[in-house]
């Protein structure tokens, strides 16, 4: 069958203020054809397409279509030249239905009738092999849902070239099949299908032929048939890599963070978390696997005192027992309060009392080792905020998955994003900006963020560079626990590879880390176990080192018992 | 067809983009402009308006001098124009915390308005029985009370459910001028419509009449840049403006920062209520404020939030109002002129924000050519 | 006729002037701009018309042709003040309250410059039995309702129909709650929130008309009209963002607004002055206590336009 061209774009160029995102990209794509866009994350993919769907305006070069030029300054441009694009942050009004989402921006003849619309999504949907009610709205709407109405959204419309932005991302291995099974309908049907990725499996299963796309450049496209892996990376990399993350063995594993049956409702009355046990030790990393949204954001923000919980224990375990006490991870005030319910003793196992004794000769006394603990310490976290748990001296750290819209303030710079885990200490009720500002000096150093200044907005980071920053200062605090959710999400793969060698050291140093992640290539090559959730519960733990793929993607759509009753 | 049009028009005809940033110099050259157009925005609106001014189109350099006299025309004026800037600013600088903290707080109005009731109420019931400087005293701490509570209100509520805090701020103004009404209906027996000026309660003069009003807002300017940017409550500000979720992930509590916040804001306001009581009018009437509520709003904002430069934006906008009195008086209009002419020039500067914030690129140019265009 | 039945048809003829005011509102914040100029607007609506009918007043035109003209000039003016709100705020992408509350200094100001170089006796003699139909003559209360009476009912249930029932309404909708999913899907964001602005203020603007001429008739009325505008910001709260509850909505607040002058009048009732004012204060505490009710509820469809007040540009990083 001869092959007919359906859309090429010749030099194209954007530029935002002095970053060039693309350098005169030229590719082509076939009817009846799935071309794979490959590339890292930043390197240009989704803007090159965002430009066919009308999303940005090129500033320089040429799009033609079934060998025309034309030009797409709007969506409703790209919609009349039947270019659909399904975005990787859903684009959809959550107050609306399905069905009114759907037709949103169609044009046709006749009066506008709901139900007319519905029974015409119903169709489509059970033609495609979708299940969706299209009256249901989109805010009760899981992450798959939403995607089908995206889908659903782009061939009502009759589209002929779809783009799917990192459409895996949310999907559990078996949703992936599936969807990769109506794309190869799609394909049949005569449609050009492109998919923006930097997951070479995926690549490799579902494409006919790959662009790949370096730092805004286009580099090459070859028949996915007639080349591998290797080939593939280092075309996307520039170099040859070594994907092989290190693992090193866990030391002396010690039970530090306990989670017994927790449970959590969010604001809106929602089972979120069901009866969670886990637990995490010292020196190993723990990873989280799940389709987005199964709870493991807020099994993280519980542990970190940020919801309130319905039921269950936290409980922080450290090994103190005849250990001195510093000044390190405990104020004063708190070691006066320890004191005071008998929790140390001196060299000779004599009880300390600190009745009588200026702050002076009690600080003297501590820091000459004299003090030490009676017993390991172990704390509830149950209920307590993240002023109480640093009070406690639980040195808890948590690196969010939303970079910019928690773990950081985009407009300020690094020093006063230092001072946001510091700011309380001294000075009455002025601000020290001293300290943060060395720290935030040191961590430009250690880690080579690439910025301006300390005073730089962190806003205008590239996203390696903000997460490098988020994570350089949850590790100055010298962590007990470090939690890190999605931390190479977005990230190039040179940054990824930092981040993983930071987890690694804080790991050899002792701390559990705990690590939720959504590539499972990942997961399974970094940590050490592996625990599986879906729908807020726990499906299963796994030995990292055994454990494939395929049975972990399991796990991720099984239902607990639990939970099946809860959704009937 | 469609490749028809787009033949004959290849690109958009004007094309934005986000600034990264801008020269300090260029900015101020921008606002220049605009604060110029506007100003002949003006005069060709007056020129249509005002029938002096049509009659004799030679005195429109006369016309254009009143925004001089207005407020620098002899030292009394001047005096006077200095007061009213530090009242206006005083309403600013307290909506400032709040809106710092993206708390907008449209409700400077009416917290004003309860802070001159909260003194003249004192000052009805107390005047004369108890000495003068206790009298003051109770006067301010009434005027800041009050003003906290028409704050606090709105903020407890937006703290526990989040309820719009722009919409429950402007409905209490309203709430607190009829409040002023039902108490001027108690107050005035006769059915008399206003309060007579009282004899009691009145701030002493440093000098004149207008010093000792204007030095307490300059510290309080000051006071407020340091609080703000230098202290931690300023901070943890910053931090719940930028993002909610952050401040809680650093164990702040959203919900005292705003109460406290809001409590802040409103007791300045009621001290703006206290200026205007005890240093001006020694009365209360539904017009009290007199607007300078929603006024300040714009102070603040065109201040960029900043409370050095609010003197600045407060500065400008009394001398277009005393100016524009000065023009009604001169040429005869009504006495609405002032905010007429108030509202055309920020028309003016709020639109020129905008070419602050973007670029333009226009059709036909590159990139570099169009930032040259803008240049 | 039964007193309370008169009061009934004077509250629904006094709540017109919001029923324009809060429909115009509700069609702007649909689409994601909060329009605090709203005050300012209406009183420029009120200052087209008369200025219009204070050209004609004298003429021997028809007077259903001066009732028609004199609505065109209402609303010529009022959305000329729409489409400098929308200049700034969707063009420049200026910051809505503060662009707002600038509409409603400039408009109220110029308003009362206009007005006060009118002659009353002008523009409001001219066709007043024209407004007055169906019931002219009538020496009832019925006689308050007419024809600008009846017109805001069926804009403020054209509006319910536009926003829910059609696809036009579906798209505005959309551009409010998400303007960024609208863009993507074709809808052109910045038409439909132009159209939706100036439209709205035309139909504010002609509450300010009716205010003047019609319901109040006097000459001091456009000094009064500019709170009435804040009330309409109020009822857009209160009717939930719906268009067909403000007529409801405009009822209860006229009822109560206007209720500070009647319950006087009934000699049953002994209240004093200081009443007065506490019911006029009523309204806006009861809109106070719809917003409280519904953010505790917290019920999806009842909560503001999700994107009201944030400015729109599609290449925002």
Redesign the interface.
């Known amino acids: 069958m001869e092959k007919q061209l359906a859309l090429q774009m010749k030099g194209i160029t954007k530029r ?1 203020g002095s970053v060039l995102a693309n350098d005169h990209v030229d590719l082509d794509v076939y009817r009846g054809e799935i071309l794979a866009v490959l590339g890292e994350n930043g390197c240009g993919k989704t803007t090159l397409m965002n430009m066919i ?4 305006y090129p500033d320089e070069g040429q799009v033609l279509i079934d060998g025309q030029e034309v030009v797409i300054r ?6 009349d030249h039947k270019i659909g ?1 399904i ?1 990787q942050h859903f ?6 239905t399905a069905a ?2 759907i ?4 044009r046709e003849q006749g009066a ?1 009738n709901l139900k007319e619309v519905n029974t015409r999504v119903a169709g489509i949907a059970e033609r495609y092999g979708f299940h969706l009610d299209p009256a249901k ?1 989109v ?1 009760d709407m899981s992450v798959s849902e939403k995607q089908t109405v995206e889908i659903i ?1 782009v061939l009502y419309r009759g589209a002929d070239i779809l783009i799917l932005d990192e459409p895996t991302a949310v999907l559990t291995p078996q949703e992936i099949t599936r969807l990769f099974n109506v794309l190869r309908r799609m394909k049949e049907d005569g449609k050009s299908i492109i998919i923006i990725t930097h997951k070479l499996n995926e690549v490799l299963e579902v494409s006919d032929r790959v662009a790949i796309l370096r730092k805004g450049e286009h580099i090459a496209t070859v028949n996915t048939a007639e080349t591998d892996e290797a080939a593939l990376t280092e075309m996307m990399v520039g170099k040859k890599v070594d994907l092989n993350i290190d693992r090193p063995e866990p030391m002396n594993p010690a039970v530090r963070l306990e989670v017994r049956d927790l449970s959590l409702k969010n604001a ?1 009355g929602i089972q979120v978390l069901r009866n969670i046990s886990f637990e995490v030790r010292s020196g190993e990393i723990l990873g989280i696997a799940g389709i987005a949204g199964s709870g493991q954001r807020e099994l993280l923000e519980s542990i970190a005192g940020l919801q309130p919980l319905e039921s269950g224990e936290i409980i922080f375990h450290n090994p103190k027992k005849d250990k001195p006490v510093t000044f390190f991870h405990k104020s004063l005030k708190r070691v006066k309060e320890l004191a005071a319910q008998d929790a140390f003793h001196d060299v000779n196992l004599n009880g300390v009392s600190f009745r009588g004794m200026s702050n002076k000769a009690i600080r003297k006394w501590v820091e000459s080792g004299g003090v030490l603990f009676r017993e390991d310490e172990i704390m509830n976290l149950r209920n307590k905020t993240p002023l109480e748990i640093r009070e406690l001296g639980v040195r808890l750290s948590f690196v969010p998955e939303d970079r910019l819209g928690m773990g950081l303030v985009g407009s300020m710079g690094i020093t006063d994003n230092m001072m946001l885990r510091s700011y309380r200490k001294g000075h009455a009720g002025f601000l020290d900006r001293k300290k943060p500002q060395a720290l935030a000096e040191e961590i430009i150093r250690e880690l080579e963020v690439v910025t301006p200044g300390v005073s730089t907005p962190v806003r205008r980071l590239s996203g390696g560079n903000v997460q490098k920053v988020l994570v350089g200062r949850e590790i100055a605090f010298t962590p007990k626990v470090l939690m890190a959710a999605y931390p190479v999400r977005g990230l190039d793969i040179n940054s990824s590879y930092t981040i993983y060698h930071l987890l690694n050291r804080q790991k050899e140093n002792g701390v559990a880390v705990i690590f939720v992640g959504e590539d499972l290539d990942v997961l399974l090559a970094l940590c050490d176990r592996i625990l599986v959730m879906n729908g807020g519960a726990v499906t299963g733990v796994v030995d990292a080192r055994q454990a494939t793929k395929e049975e972990i993607g399991l796990m991720m759509t099984r239902t607990s018992r639990e939970g099946r009753e809860e959704d009937r | 067809m469609s490749e028809k049009r787009h033949a004959e028009a290849r690109e958009p005809l004007v094309h ?3 600034r990264a940033s801008i020269a300090p110099p260029m900015a101020w050259a921008i606002r220049l402009i605009a604060l110029v157009l506007g100003l002949v925005a003006c005069g060709l ?1 007056a020129f249509l ?1 005002v029938d002096k001014l049509r009659e004799h189109p030679e005195r429109v350099g006369d016309f254009y001098y009143c925004f001089i006299r207005g407020a620098f025309g002899t030292s009394r004026k001047f005096w006077k124009f200095l007061r009213s800037l530090a009242v206006l600013l005083c309403i600013a600088l307290a909506l400032t915390p709040a809106f710092r903290m993206r708390f ?1 707080n ?1 409700g400077g109005e009416g917290q004003t308005l309860v802070g001159v009731l909260g003194a003249i109420a004192v000052d009805f019931y107390l005047g004369g029985k108890i000495p003068e400087w206790l009298l003051l005293l109770l006067m301010l701490a009434a005027s800041l009370l009050s003003g906290a509570v028409w704050g606090v209100i709105p903020a407890i ?1 937006k703290a526990k ?4 805090e ?3 701020t ?6 607190a001028t ?2 002023v ?2 108490f001027l ?2 107050w005035i027996p006769n ?1 008399s419509s206003s309060l007579s000026k009282l004899q009691n309660g009145k701030l002493p003069a440093l000098g004149n009449d207008y010093l000792l009003i204007i030095l307490i807002v300059l510290a309080l300017t000051i006071g407020l840049h340091i609080y703000l940017n230098y202290t931690k409550h300023g901070y943890e500000i910053s931090v719940v403006g930028e993002s909610v979720r952050t401040a809680q992930y650093v164990g702040i509590t959203v919900g005292k920062v705003i109460i406290r916040t809001m409590i802040l804001s409103g007791m300045l306001c009621g001290l703006a209520g206290y200026l205007i009581a005890a240093g001006m009018d020694q009365t209360v009437t539904t017009e009290s404020a007199g ?1 300078q509520g ?2 300040a ?2 102070v603040s ?2 201040g960029k939030f900043n409370p050095l430069a609010m003197i600045l934006t407060a500065g400008l906008i009394q001398v277009l109002h005393q100016g524009a009195a000065q023009i009604s008086q001169d040429f005869d ?12 020039i ?2 003016f500067i ?2 020129s ?2 070419f602050i ?2 670029e333009i690129h226009f059709r036909g140019h590159g990139a570099r050519a169009g930032k040259e265009a803008v240049k | 006729m039964n007193i309370w039945l008169n009061f009934l048809i004077d509250s629904l003829a006094f709540g017109a002037t919001f029923m324009y005011g809060s429909t115009g509102e509700i069609l702007t914040e649909k689409a994601g701009h ?1 329009n ?1 100029g709203i005050p ?1 607007i209406m009183c420029m609506g009120g200052a087209g018309g008369c200025l219009v009918l204070n050209w004609i007043g004298k003429s021997a035109l028809p007077p259903f042709l001066i009732v028609i003209l004199g609505i065109l000039g209402s609303l010529a003016l009022a959305m000329l003040m729409g489409l ?1 709100y929308s ?2 705020t969707v ?5 809505q ?3 707002g ?14 007005m ?2 009118m002659d009353a006796t002008v523009y409001l003699v001219g066709p007043k039995q024209m407004y007055r139909w169906p019931f002219a003559g009538r020496q009832d209360s019925l006689q308050c309702l007419g024809v600008l009476f009846f017109l805001a009912v069926i804009v403020a249930l054209c509006a319910s129909w536009v926003l829910f ?3 036009v309404g ?2 505005l ?2 551009v409010g ?2 303007p ?9 964001v910045t038409r439909y929130k132009y159209v939706a602005t100036c439209v709205g203020s035309g139909i504010a603007g002609l509450g300010g008309f009716y205010y003047i001429i019609d319901y109040m008739a006097s000459q001091e009325a456009y000094l009064s009209l500019e ?1 009435f505008g ?2 309409s ?2 009822l857009v ?1 209160f009717a939930l963002w719906r268009p067909h509850l403000t007529i409801i909505g405009s009822t209860v607040f006229g009822f109560l607004f206007s209720c500070s002058s009647f319950i006087t009048n009934v000699s049953w009732i002994n209240v ?3 009443f ?3 019911l ?2 009523l309204p ?2 009861v ?2 206590l719809v ?2 009710v519904s ?2 509820r ?1 019920k ?2 009842n909560q ?1 336009p ?1 994107s009201l ?1 944030l400015s729109y ?5």
């Open positions: 935002f769907a009308g999303i940005y709007s969506p409703k441009d790209a919609f694009m975005h684009k959809l009004v959550d107050l609306f009114e989402n037709v949103l921006g169609v506008y709205k805010y959204k809106e | 934005l983009s986000k609106v308006l907008w449209t509520f459910w989040n309820t719009n722009t919409l429950f402007l409905m209490m103004n309203y709430v009829y409040l009404s039902y209906v108690i059915g607007g929603f006024t709003i714009m904002w065109l209009v009504s006495g609405a002129m002032p905010s007429m002419v108030v509202g055309i920020l028309f709020i639109g924000e905008f914030n973007y | 909060l605090l300012g400098i200049f700034l063009t420049l992408r200026a910051n309250n503060v662009t509350l600038a509409l409603t200094t400039f408009g109220v100001g110029l308003m009362k410059v206009i006060s170089k029932r059609t696809k579906l798209h909708r959309a709650e998400n960024a999913t609208a863009d993507a899907v074709g809808i052109n709170s804040w009330l910001i109020a709260i004093t002055m200081a007065k004012p506490v006029k204060m806006y505490v809109t106070i917003l409280i953010s505790v917290n999806r469809e503001p999700a007040g540009f599609r290449e925002e990083r």
